[in-house]
């Protein structure tokens, strides 16, 4: 028997079905898709903060109260007893006027006095006069008046004249400024020879009763410290030489340059090295804040907004969380509201992940 053979239009139309089949066959046996990329990060564990933090300042110290010292009156000063860091009491002569001019007033006002008393015993022995010769009947009532009225306007002028007297001795008794303070010059206003009008400062006078430190604190410091803070105050020389301080006085104006408020600190008790002018350093615990710490690494953006990557631990996962920030500073951020204690947060390779992205955990970052 001749063998059996196939046509060409049977040949045509099983090669589709051959090769579909075939296609089957190899999506079978082919390898298994890649799976998903599992990146390292290091983690920290969220917790609450339970310490306020401690920030310093430098300052100076200053006195408590500064007086300035200056004539009443104005003239020439042709003496200053005093210069910087002069110690001075209470009493003691501090600078001179030229008194020419003051003690010729004096002499003119003495001779006024001399001449209204004269005047007065004239007025008052006409008086006398004229009352004896209007009881006999030698004069009449209009005499009598008109030396009434003279007698007091010569007791007025001579009221008057003493006054006058009074003042220019006053006057004369200005020209020599004397000291109402115990303390130490620390500054000079005038040189013997000026012609100085009055209140001009001649000498400051740091009085003795007390020592500020005196600090310029930023605005976000100044809003941040708690209510009546003990300050604790050391030499910027000798740490070892330290006190401490209450808050005094806060300028309510900031400084036009810096931005800064003076804010002056009284001393307590402070100790002898502690000279005016010296360099101090402040230090102040801000209370504790209502939120968790963590590291500034850990902080990245959403939407323009603060957040952090917090993982999953049972699905190794992570997922990108807004937060909210009290306060921060270049190794640490204090967060508000959006995280819990115990979470799981990213502080290193934040800015290579991905919301659902595997993760593989390194440890807790040092913080």
């Not at 007893?81 to 008194?99: E, K, P, S, T, Y």
């Not at 306060?327 to 204690?341: C, F, K, M, S, Y």
């Amino acid at each position: 028997m001749r063998p059996r053979t196939t046509s060409p239009s049977v040949l045509t139309r099983r090669l589709p079905l051959v090769l579909l089949l075939g296609a089957i066959a190899g999506c079978d046996g082919g390898p298994p898709p890649a799976p998903p990329e599992v990146r390292p990060v290091r983690v920290t564990t969220v917790e609450r903060s339970t310490g306020g933090e401690v920030v310093s300042l430098t300052g100076i110290v200053q006195a408590e109260t500064e007086v300035n010292l200056a004539f009443r009156i104005d003239g020439r000063m042709v003496e200053r007893l005093v210069n910087v860091g002069d110690v001075v009491r209470a009493g003691q002569v501090i600078a001179r006027l030229n008194r020419d001019n003051e003690e010729n007033g004096v002499r003119a006002a003495r001779a006024a006095v001399a001449a209204a008393r004269a005047q007065l015993t004239e007025a008052e022995n006409n008086y006398w006069r004229q009352s004896e010769l209007l009881r006999e009947g030698w004069t009449t009532r209009v005499r009598y008046d008109q030396a009434a009225q003279t007698r007091q306007t010569a007791r007025s002028a001579l009221d008057s004249a003493e006054a006058q007297l009074g003042i220019a001795e006053t006057r004369l008794g200005y020209t020599e400024l004397v000291s109402d303070v115990n303390g130490r010059v620390t500054q000079r206003g005038a040189e013997p020879g000026e012609v100085v009008q009055p209140g001009r400062m001649i000498v400051q006078v740091a009085r003795e009763e007390g020592r500020d430190a005196v600090f310029d604190v930023p605005p976000a410091l100044k809003d941040q410290a708690p209510a009546n803070p003990l300050i604790e105050v050391s030499l910027a020389t000798d740490p070892a030489v330290r006190t401490t301080g209450r808050v005094r006085e806060v300028s309510p104006r900031a400084d036009a340059v810096t931005g800064t408020f003076r804010v002056r600190v009284g001393l307590a008790d402070p100790p002898g090295a502690m000279r005016l002018g010296a360099t101090v350093t402040g230090r102040m615990r801000l209370g504790a804040s209502d939120g968790y710490s963590i590291p500034a690494s850990a902080l990245t953006r959403a939407d323009g907004q603060p957040a952090v990557w917090v993982v999953d631990p049972r699905a190794e996962t992570v997922a990108l969380r807004r937060v909210e920030l009290i306060r921060h500073d270049p190794a640490h951020v204090i967060v508000g509201q959006g995280l819990e204690t115990g979470e799981i947060v990213v502080t290193a390779g934040v800015q290579a992940l991905r919301p659902g992205q595997k993760v593989r955990l390194l440890g807790a970052a040092v913080r």
